[in-house]
């Protein structure tokens, strides 16, 4: 095979040629330096063994000579012989000190030795007088002494050594090797004055090189314990190697790895070039073929003839590019398409856009789109245009008949126009431009119908089958742009209405309230904010349930909407509870005059599933600027004034005053301190007895609640129970009161046991209507086992408003147990006489406002009280008075033939051991009463 620079003329033959000597290349560079590495690492491990085990040798051959040097200084104190004057004697200067203390001095080699220095080593030496002494006087100055004779002939012989002989020198060293002993107590060098430091660096363990002056050293140590065999410190044997005499093999590996390099990259290079050779020709067919389809040259062929992968290659190139001919337009259009999906935001935009691409990839003589409106059912938005002309597209509303389009109805079809045949309701529009037939193509997402694509076709026109392939595919594009136009819609109502009653949602209300603000602030104009809340709702929900409540609930925002400008925005926000945004007002006015209007509209009946409920509504007003600075604060103040209203009666309005925040927080700490009264208790039971006119005996009592506050005392009842109703605590504190008075009409009264009749315990509306109620009665009943007859329920009037009904259910369930149930403040609510008719009532209590005045003979007040007395006692009610405060008025209500007597005339609400200390008014004598009886009728 011939090699050529042709071969090479395509990068990507120039980058597989560099591949190619990469990878010969860096493997070498990669483990060449790793096993240099290792190597070195190896042999440095090997040389520093075997510098440790020369030290070692080196410090037991110093040991020997330290040894042999004390045996002859020894023979020199025994035998006084001058044989060291010897040439290779240990010993440079030997002196001997005599048991009396007298010195003898003997011939020195060199030097002399100083009296100061050996005296004082012959003292040590005495003391130790088996082992020798060796003293290093100064780095490389190093004193032997050893004791000779016993008694009083004991000498001393000391000899100054001859390091060179100890030591030993370059002679007896190995190859390439130094020694240097340094004492480890000072680190003072006996041999190598110009290698101190060396010490210094033999206490790192982690150290194995140090610098001896040009020449960097491999070194290693042993350390020789003279302890021992002599009285002297340890010394440290330092054995030194160059480093190029320890790594000379490692260097020789080195220079070798160039050539190594060098040969691989020969070899790849030539592998790389036949390789290259093979491939590169039909990569360039290849590519040329590919660039000439990118330009459009759909009809190009590339030829390969390799029976390999690139003639497969080649093969399916040419048939891709034949397909892509034919798509290509196709593909273009349809991209052309979705950018209009993707860029335009109304749907209606996207359709005509689409309508306007269809002449390019169809041959029909006219196109048409019926685009369905999911809450309409039965009409559509007809889009028709011809193809060849150029008309506009033209829009119209068309009807899909009276039952409108159905979706077994809308598959593809062919309608053909015949003279006698009724055009079909949704392609009349397309029709009217004369067309024979009408291909129908449905546009769907995920199963449902969005809209039908229309090819009308004259009558000397023939169908072609790609253009029904590629509407279809337009088709499908509407059918995504219909239904992710429809996702949005619905996503934004989830997101920024109520789904109840389909007014704005806290989002959007606060979202336009602050835009209001901003336009507000910029034009110094003011805005309203309107807190409504539904009174009496909560009775709705819990005596019909809470899909009455629900109704009620969408009628109030039908209500609140109707009567509200287009610039107004009226938001539930929660519960019975609506905000309302009055824009651009100024006045107090007409924030009131809106104001009453709603009340008016909201308190009117509503009817829901047939029923009638009556509520009410308060309203709370904040203004801006002049009550608030942020949406959030007028929210905050118009809260705070709704509950004012509804504080003042209800069904009414109220604007916010800065005073109203306190007693708001007042309201907030006063449930607070109510919430932690039931936890712990600090509940108790007054009594208040309820007298027989006739006889002054009591014939019942009425079981009040009463707070004892741990720092404020007794707290009024007209103070917490309206904050306990407010709250809704009532519930739980009136289930307190049956289960408390249950429990102590069965334990008794006073100190003898005794108790009334019955007891009477009032229950509140809320109360009454919640789901647990007869459950809770129950369970007291059950707890105290008293008999249900002793137990008289108190109910309202105004209960029986919300509904009479579920009221009268719960009335005669409780009557089924046995329990009695009385009706109190009567008169002062409607009064109306069908509820004692429909409602098993025992007791009725004529409230405490007509005992006034009374006792006055023929007064207003008597006659009314005694005709109600009448009336009761014709349906057969007991009749309680309330309000009885001096003997006049028990006195009236006695001859009035009332049965019970209650008031503080006769007694105040007491503990229940003080129930039977009551007044007990005295009874007329027979003929006083007869006359007063007599006056009474004249």
């Known amino acids: 095979m011939r090699l050529t620079l042709a071969a090479f003329r395509g990068m990507f033959a120039r980058r597989l040629f560099l591949r190619f000597m990469i990878a010969a290349g860096v493997p070498v560079l990669i483990l060449g330096p790793l096993a240099y ?482 336009h507000a602030r910029q034009d110094e104009r003011g805005f309203a904010v309107l807190f409504v809340d539904l009174d009496r709702f909560k009775n709705v929900n819990d005596a019909a349930g809470h899909s009455a409540g629900d109704g009620l609930l969408r009628l109030a925002g039908e209500r609140i909407h109707g009567i509200l400008r287009d610039i107004d925005t009226a938001a539930r926000w929660g519960g019975d509870e609506f905000v309302v945004l009055l824009s651009d007002v100024e006045r107090i006015e007409e924030v009131a005059r809106v104001c009453e209007h709603l009340i008016a509209v909201l308190s009117e009946p509503y009817t829901v599933a047939s029923i009638e409920y009556r509520v009410g509504a308060s309203i709370g007003i904040a203004m801006y600027p002049g009550d608030g600075d942020t949406v959030e604060q007028l929210l905050a103040n118009a809260d705070a004034a709704m509950y004012e209203a509804k504080a003042a009666g209800r069904g009414c309005h109220v604007f916010f005053e800065d005073r109203m925040n306190e007693t708001i927080r007042r309201r907030i700490q006063l449930e607070r301190e109510l919430r932690q009264a039931l936890a712990e208790d600090q509940f108790f039971l007054h009594y208040q007895p309820l007298i027989c006119p006739e006889t002054g005996d009591i014939g019942g009592a009425e079981a009040l609640l009463r707070w004892q506050h741990p720092e404020r005392g007794v707290v009024s009842p007209g103070e917490f129970v309206p904050a306990l109703e407010e709250s809704g605590l009532i519930v739980e504190a009136g289930e307190w009161v049956l289960r408390e008075a249950t429990r102590q009409m069965a334990a008794g009264f006073g100190a003898d046991g005794r108790a009334p009749a019955r007891v009477m315990v009032n229950v509140s509306p809320r109360q009454f209507w919640a789901p647990g109620f007869l459950v809770a009665v129950d369970s007291a009943l059950a707890e105290s086992g008293i008999d249900p007859a002793c137990l008289e329920i108190e109910i309202t009037e105004n209960l029986l408003l919300a509904d009479l009904d579920a009221a009268s259910r719960i009335a005669h369930a409780l009557r089924a147990r046995g329990i009695h149930l009385a009706m109190d403040d009567f008169g002062t609510g409607y009064s109306s006489l069908s509820y004692l008719r429909e409602l098993p009532v025992d007791t009725v209590k004529i409230d405490r406002v007509f005992a006034q005045g009374a006792e006055v003979a023929g007064s207003e007040a008597a006659t009314m009280v005694d005709a109600m007395i009448r009336m009761l006692h014709a349906l057969g009610r007991r009749v309680v008075v309330e309000g009885i405060e001096n003997a006049g008025q028990y006195s009236f209500v006695r001859e009035a033939g009332a049965d019970l007597a209650q008031g503080f005339y006769m007694s105040r609400p007491v503990l229940p051991a003080q129930l039977y200390d009551y007044h007990r008014p005295e009874l007329p004598r027979c003929r006083e009463r007869a006359a007063d009886t007599s006056r009474a009728r004249r």
């Open 37 to 518: 590495f290792n190597i070195s690492q190896v042999m440095l491990d090997q040389a520093s063994g075997r510098l440790r085990q020369s030290s070692r040798n080196e410090g037991m051959a110093i040991l020997d000579r330290l040894s042999m040097a004390a045996d002859r200084l020894r023979y020199f104190g025994l035998w006084k012989d001058d044989t060291q004057r010897e040439s290779n004697s240990p010993f440079t200067a030997i002196a001997y000190i005599s048991g009396e203390g007298r010195a003898m001095r003997v011939d020195q080699v060199r030097g002399q030795l100083s009296d100061r220095n050996f005296r004082a080593l012959a003292r040590r030496a005495r003391r130790q007088t088996d082992k020798p002494v060796v003293d290093v006087v100064s780095p490389g100055v190093v004193d032997m002494a050893v004791t000779v004779g016993q008694g009083r002939h004991t000498g001393v012989a000391i000899g100054r050594l001859a390091l060179d002989n100890i030591l030993g020198g370059v002679g007896t060293w190995p190859t390439r090797t130094r020694f240097c002993v340094f004492t480890v107590e000072r680190g003072q060098s006996l041999n190598c004055p110009d290698a101190r430091h060396v010490f210094i660096v033999t206490s790192n363990p982690d150290r194995t090189r140090v610098r001896l002056g040009s020449e960097s050293m491999l070194f290693t140590h042993w350390d020789l314990f003279l302890q021992s065999s002599f009285q002297s410190p340890m010394w440290r044997i330092v054995a030194l190697q160059p480093m190029r005499y320890v790594g000379r093999s490692a260097h020789t590996f080195y220079w070798l790895m160039p050539l190594l390099l060098l040969l691989s990259l020969l070899f790849a290079g030539l592998v790389g070039l036949m390789q290259i050779r093979r491939v590169s020709g039909p990569l360039r067919k290849l590519h040329s073929g590919v660039q000439a389809i990118a330009r459009g040259e759909f009809d190009t062929r590339v030829d390969i003839d390799s029976r390999d992968e690139f003639e497969s290659l080649a093969n399916s190139i040419n048939g891709m590019a034949a397909r892509l001919g034919m798509q290509f337009h196709m593909l273009d259009t349809l991209a052309a398409v979705d950018r209009h999906i993707l860029a335009a935001s109304d749907v209606g935009d996207v359709l005509e856009r689409i309508l306007a691409q269809m002449p390019r990839i169809v041959t029909a003589q006219a196109v048409g789109l019926i685009a369905l409106d999911p809450d309409l059912p039965y009409v559509a938005d007809s889009y028709r245009c011809r193809t060849r002309t150029g008309a506009p597209i033209e829009i119209a509303r068309v009807a899909l008949g009276d039952a409108g389009l159905k979706q077994q109805e809308a598959t593809p079809s062919v309608w053909q126009a015949h003279a006698d045949a009724p055009v079909p309701a949704p392609l009349r529009h397309i029709a009217e431009l004369g067309v024979a037939r009408v291909d129908v193509l449905p546009a769907r997402d995920q199963g449902r119908l969005w809209a039908l694509l229309l090819l009308g076709y004259d009558e000397h026109s023939v169908p072609v089958e790609n253009d029904r392939r590629q509407a279809e595919a337009v088709a499908d594009r509407m059918a995504v742009a219909l239904a992710a136009s429809h996702r949005s819609e619905q996503l934004y109502r989830q997101a920024h209405f109520d789904a109840l009653t389909g007014l704005p949602n806290r989002q959007l209300f606060m979202d336009r309230a602050d835009t209001q603000q901003a």
